[in-house]
């Protein structure tokens, strides 16, 4: 992921800064008009700032809750982001959460010795409420070299078991690895619900996804007007086995494409595939939101920790310092 360590300070904000490449549109696009059916984003980082002016992850599910985004699944990259990610869902009733350690994470931890140790927090953190997937996991030969790519595997074969062993779904990062993730999930064996986030295969792939009931998930580049093949694949899929989602603040949807991406632009990419596949977007909507319920649950099925309060004579802002310590477990939330 193009973030730096540098924290962002504040309560309800992110952890991460992405990385402004230079020439980008820093500002966030309009809010689209709401959905008649709600729907679930499947996969977001609102650990990771963006922006000219970044939103705290509140102000982000707030927008969304405007335009009929009912929930996010917060998604870890790393032990910080997967404690915040675990510790945040514990304290906001739109938010599940999914811990991994991106495999591009995986040769270095795996280089200095702590991957085990690594693993071992994620093991930890999936046994957590609210804790509904292990991800984001898989394999990345794109970003990483031949050497690195042992501990990918090693990294991911763990992540299967975990989540096997939690009985969470799976979300698979795969980019230019399909066939060997595929194969992994085969000889390892793919846990009962197991997703494809940012889907970037072709309609073959997909129909072979389908035939092993894995899970196909579409972000805002499936609107691009050079992603002829994901649109393809998106017509292959059995519409009870697609999900949507933003991967912000990546991949927004046109026509914003560049600027940074949130989950209220949800609306802009499901318009995008319901369009493609000629069909009503509420039925989508109806379709989408059934098939995350049956991957993740109900965002409603185990309670948040804690409620936010609304300070007197102000609107609510989060609890205060002094309740931090009771509500993010292990410094999960900076």
Not at 22 to 45: A, F, I, K, W
Not at 107 to 132: K, S, Y
Request: proline content about 7%; aromatic content about 6%.
């Amino acid at each position: 992921m193009m973030v730096s360590d540098s924290p962002v300070d504040g309560y309800g904000s992110a952890i991460r800064r992405r990385e402004n490449t230079r020439g980008r549109d820093l500002s966030y696009p309009p809010l689209p008009e709401p959905l008649t059916v709600p729907v679930y984003d499947n996969h977001t980082h609102l650990e990771i700032a963006d922006g000219e002016h970044p939103l705290g992850y509140r102000e982000q599910l707030d927008r969304a809750s405007s335009v009929g985004v009912r929930g996010v699944i917060q998604v870890g990259g790393d032990v910080e982001t997967s404690r915040w990610s675990a510790a945040a869902a514990l304290i906001e009733p739109r938010m599940l959460a999914a811990v991994a350690i991106h495999p591009n994470e995986a040769p270095a931890l795996a280089a200095a010795g702590t991957l085990d140790d690594a693993l071992a927090v994620i093991n930890e953190l999936a046994g957590q409420p609210r804790v509904v997937a292990i991800g984001e996991t898989g394999l990345d030969f794109f970003r990483t070299p031949e050497e690195g790519r042992a501990a990918q595997f090693r990294s991911f074969e763990a992540h299967i078991r975990i989540a096997k062993e939690h009985n969470l779904a799976l979300q698979i990062h795969d980019r230019d690895a399909h066939e060997a993730v595929i194969e992994t999930l085969l000889r390892v064996g793919a846990p009962e619900r197991t997703v494809f986030h940012c889907f970037s295969g072709d309609s073959d792939m997909a129909r072979f996804c389908a035939a092993q009931g894995w899970y196909m998930s579409f972000a805002g580049n499936v609107t691009f007007k050079n992603a002829d093949n994901l649109r393809a694949a998106l017509s292959a899929a059995p519409r009870n086995l697609l999900l949507v989602e933003t991967d912000a603040p990546f991949l927004t949807p046109l026509p914003y494409r560049g600027r940074p991406n949130a989950p209220y632009l949800l609306p802009n990419t499901l318009r995008g595939m319901s369009a493609h596949l000629e069909t009503d977007v509420s039925l989508l909507s109806a379709q989408i939101t059934a098939n995350t319920e049956l991957v993740y649950g109900r965002w409603d099925a185990e309670p948040v920790t804690a409620a936010f309060a609304a300070p007197s004579g102000g609107s609510s802002t989060g609890p205060g310092d002094e309740q931090r310590a009771t509500q993010t477990p292990r410094g999960g939330l900076a």
